[in-house]
């Protein structure tokens, strides 16, 4: 968040949200991202801020189910707006199939992006339609590997997972079993 | 309109927070304020906010004006409201507008596509915004609402220079008015890789069977540009030589030549993307290769009619 310089005057709303199934009404400057807002303001320090303007996606939440970087969210802009954070994708203590299919591939090493990748898994296994690698456009797609890629391709890992991760997002749209 | 302040002192970098519920709510703060800075998905917009880059006096969030985010028929044309997203443009579009589908398939990655819009594409108006070629090719308009009413702005005269468009002040994107495809509709980008990039440069193309040909240039100039000679040079073969009709294969010298025409309509400069050399070289290939599959598309669409 950029700080307010001296002599600012700060404008301020209110917002009302529902975080990971809970209610929360907030005051924040009208400044300040949806990602600021849910790692200053609610602690939930499960999104990073890789690099605060949509290139990275670490940041990466489900706003009303879609996927989107929360960093270029205006949280004062998303009243109402129900957010899922890598903090609300387990289950209690049964962790989202996404979750145990990334530890069973191996698919991370440091786990910096990983939360804005299984944010982002979650969205894209509820998504259809072409992609930009979908050669017959009028078909809804197989996720293949070169589909996983493409879907997945707002999501950078600078440890280089991608292979595990492409694993890992392959078992849980075969299986069946994504939320 | 949930936080109403008075206007910051002097100096001040304070955001006024401008949240209108209809189009009239909408048209009316951007004629009071009309240095207010329209936000609708808002992934340019905080770019330039995250990184301290622009302090706007004032926010317009476009996300609750309901009038804006929905696309008809409108007569012999489509209506595209401005807060369609890129995510819907490949949805429910693809079959009407294939070449704004194509388009919209490459902006950013999937997080930026389910938010940006086609509006906040064209109030940029950056010369590398995604939609720019293909409204260019397909003659669109963009329609600009104030407190005045509404008028059209033909693609081809919105774009001023870098980041700079027809609109007024007082004057918001409402609407795309565009035909439907005629014909075969192609997009095509070089850029570093396929997400998350900015064109080096792109190009798309439209066929109007018996009728003519649209172009649009992207990231090759100060504005995004129509290639004007190639067009109607293609559209003087593709009549003279009786293409239409007979729908045989395009003589290899007319796409090499449409190609040449295509790079030389583009005044692009040497930038961190790119150089202008490069740029001419890939356009040229980028508009030889779209015409190859709209003729290829133009060709099969034959066979299957009988």
Known sequence: MTAPEAGDQVHTATVTLTVNGESRALEVDTRTSLLDLLREHLGLTGSKKGCDHGQCGACTVLIGGRRANACLALAVAHDGAEVTTVEGLADGDALHPLQDAFIRYDAFQCGYCTPGQLCSAAGMLTEGGPSAVTADLTGDPALTPGEIRERMSGNLCRCGAYVNIVRAVTAVSTAGTEP | ?306
């Open chain 2, 1 to 306: 309109m949930t936080t109403r302040h008075p206007p910051g002192s002097p100096g001040s970098a304070a955001v006024e927070f401008l949240r209108p519920r209809s189009l009239s709510q909408a048209l009316a703060a951007k004629a009071e304020l009309q240095d207010a800075l329209p936000i609708a998905g808002g992934t340019d917009v905080m770019v330039e906010i995250n990184f301290g880059k622009r302090r706007p006096a004032a926010l317009l969030d476009l996300t609750g004006v309901r009038e804006l985010r929905g696309w008809q028929r409108d007569g012999a044309l489509l209506r595209v409201g401005s807060g369609v997203t890129y995510t819907r443009l490949e949805a429910e579009l693809a079959g009407l507008l294939p070449g704004l589908a194509m388009a919209a398939r490459t902006v950013g990655s999937p997080q930026i596509r389910n938010r940006g819009t086609i509006g906040g594409n064209l109030g940029a108006a950056s010369p590398a915004g995604d939609c720019h070629p293909v409204l260019l090719a397909a003659g669109a308009a963009v329609e600009a609402g104030s407190v005045r009413g509404a008028r059209l702005i033909p693609a081809d005269a919105f774009f001023l220079g870098p980041k700079r468009s027809a609109l007024a002040d007082d004057e918001l994107i409402t609407a795309v008015l565009v035909p439907p495809a005629p014909g075969p509709q192609q997009f095509a980008k070089v850029g570093t890789r396929n997400a998350m990039v900015i064109a080096v440069c792109s190009f798309a193309l439209e066929l109007r069977p018996g009728a003519g040909v649209g172009t649009g240039i992207g990231s090759a100039g100060p504005t995004p540009l129509r290639a004007r000679d190639a067009e109607d040079f293609l559209a003087a073969e593709l009549a003279g030589s009786g293409l239409w009709e007979s729908r045989e294969p395009l003589p290899g010298a007319v796409a090499r030549r449409f190609g040449e025409l295509a790079a030389a309509a583009a005044r692009p400069v040497d930038d961190v993307r790119g150089s202008a050399a490069y740029r001419r070289h890939a356009l040229s290939v980028l508009a030889r290769r779209a015409l190859g599959w709209a003729w290829d598309s133009y060709r099969k669409e034959g066979h299957l009619c009988g």
